[in-house]
């Protein structure tokens, strides 16, 4: 089974059960966020990101262009796209742990509980687009040995960079709100959530070098560590 497919399943059982809440990534498939988000990103594609290379999934990442690879000459077609379940950005932002700094002006505030319960920045109509593993590695065993490619991956491991090969990628639309709060606050207290919600777009502007709007674009990718450790 595909990794979006878990995606797919989870959601189609809670509409079935008439629940409907944003489903996070971070809690089916697993997966990075990309920043920025954007189109162009394909599935079986080479690219490299600025960082020590890393299995984890926690941390966003940059990725760039190293080595791209057609799937028609493998006999390969992309499964999808796809339907996919909502994908709580904002939650996976908090677990990377890149918005601790702001977390801690919002607790300042007196208010408690995570961003996510106030705030919501999301990919709607997402849709996911993946290979299996099996072709990936068909891809990577042929393109990433040829001279080209070969010689970037030798420059890009020789700056101790993390090297990824695309498996599946989720896009959709950015959309950023301010919750309806299901439980009672003071007039106080909705005060001041309403007050940190500019200092909140602005963290997330800069965390995920992005204006927190636009369509088609891919903000969360599944990668397969392609360092020759």
């Known amino acids: 089974m595909y990794r979006g497919v878990a995606v797919l399943v989870v959601s189609l059982l809670l509409s079935a059960c008439g ?61 999808g796209p796809n339907p996919s379940a909502d994908i709580d950005l904002l939650r996976k932002f908090e677990l990377s742990g890149s918005l601790e700094g702001i977390k801690n002006d919002f607790f300042s505030l007196g208010l408690s509980g995570s961003l996510s ?36 991956r030798g420059n890009v491991q020789g700056q101790n960079w993390g090297v990824y090969q695309v498996q599946t990628i989720y896009e959709g639309t950015l959309k950023f709100e301010r919750k309806p709060i299901n439980f009672s606050l003071d007039a106080n207290a909705s005060a001041k959530i309403a007050s940190f919600e500019p200092k909140l777009k602005l963290a997330l502007k800069r965390e995920a070098n992005t204006q927190l709007s636009g369509k088609g674009l891919v903000a969360v990718f599944v990668p397969i560590y392609r360092n020759q450790d």
């Open 19 to 79: 629940h409907g809440p944003t489903l996070s990534l971070s809690d089916t498939v697993g997966g990075r966020l990309l920043v920025p988000p954007r189109a162009g990103i394909k599935v079986g594609s080479l690219y490299y990101a600025r960082e020590e290379p890393t299995r984890s999934l926690e941390r966003p990442a940059n990725l760039i262009r190293l080595c791209d690879a057609s799937l028609a000459p493998y006999g390969i077609a992309p499964n």
């Open 117 to 152: 319960d106030y705030f919501g920045f999301t990919l709607t109509n997402a849709t996911y687009t993946d290979i299996s593993e099996s072709q990936a590695n068909t891809i990577f065993n042929s393109r990433a040995f040829k001279s080209d490619c070969k010689e970037w």
